[in-house]
């Protein structure tokens, strides 16, 4: 599996990117897909993910800003950004949960340790 994440940029403070991340490989629809971001000198946090079957997880900080989406056609997942800040700076990663596993509980999709693989990771940089 290849994952190819692009979109990212520098934007102002109250604007909007979308990041798209290509996955290369089996079975596209039957991963779970997710966003994480890694800001400078903290640790990877989980930003959003969207399951096999179309189940959004999203944490407590984008929630209402970020939209998880993905298009099986195109075996691609998409991070929609809106009123970006300041501290939504960060390299973002996407990742794929191939185990086909579901569960309602939002813990499992945002541990780094169910995703067997990740993305490269796009900067995105906000500007005040």
């Known amino acids: 599996v290849q994952l190819q994440a692009s979109g990212g940029g520098l934007v102002q403070a109250g604007g909007s990117l979308r990041l798209s991340c290509v996955y290369s490989g089996r079975a596209f629809s039957s991963n779970t897909m997710g966003w994480f971001r890694q800001a400078p000198g903290k640790e990877r946090e989980f930003v959003a993910a969207?399951?096999?079957?179309?189940?959004?997880y999203y944490s407590d900080s984008v929630k209402g800003r970020f939209t998880i989406s993905r298009d099986n056609t195109k075996n691609t997942v998409y991070l929609q950004m809106n009123s970006l800040n300041t501290e939504d700076t960060a390299v973002y990663y996407c990742?794929?949960?191939?185990?086909?596993?579901?569960?309602?509980?939002?813990?499992?999709?945002?541990?780094?340790?169910?995703?067997?693989?990740w993305g490269q990771g796009t900067l995105v940089t906000v500007s005040s």
């Open positions: 969207i399951s096999w079957s179309d189940t959004t």
């Open positions: 990742a794929a949960d191939s185990s086909t596993y579901y569960t309602s509980s939002s813990r499992y999709y945002s541990t780094p340790s169910v995703y067997g693989s």
